[in-house]
């Protein structure tokens, strides 16, 4: 390893799985600690690396976060919830995004962070409002309906705030289809469809 490298606080093996390690850990301390709290030293600390080295690869903090958080939910799920299947829309839009988002540390982070660094809140308002509200636009039927799937979003990322972040018992002590069951006639209302 050059002198360049040992300054740089690289370490031996591939820049990618290095890369990688650096990203994982970025989700980690976010999804743990904000956007705020979290530093670049923890950050280089979890992935085993010298913080010039999270410089090197990624610039600054703010650089880093948007290379680590693209929202990790697929706005597919929305269409399949749409479609025909099993249950009311709003118990396949509920049960599809819970059983992601309550496990995710991208999700977390991002809506973590989003109630004190405008970067996070401009990125989960530009997912919300590009990737379903504008994507899903005449799907819906009825007056309002771009409201109505607003409302059904602020639904499940309430729902996640909740339970990974605020820590609500009720809402941690439930299991996902006992949630489900409760906020899919909600959904179903925002949706324009009836239940059942």
Known sequence: MSKRALRMG?????????????????????????????????????????????????????????TAHEFPFNPSIVQEALGEGEGTPGERLARSYLTIALQDEQIEALIRSAATNDVARDMLRGFVQGALLDAFEGQIEGPDARLRMALAAAQLIGVVMMRRIVGVDAVVEADVETIVERVAPVLNHHLGRAAG
């Open 10 to 66: 690289r370490r031996p093996g591939d820049p990618e799985v290095t890369r990688r390690a650096i990203l994982d850990a970025t989700r980690t301390e976010f999804a743990e600690a904000g956007y705020e709290r979290a530093t670049i030293r923890a950050i280089a600390a979890r992935a085993g690396v010298d913080p010039a080295l999270v410089h090197h690869h990624f610039g600054s903090k703010e650089d880093l976060f948007v």
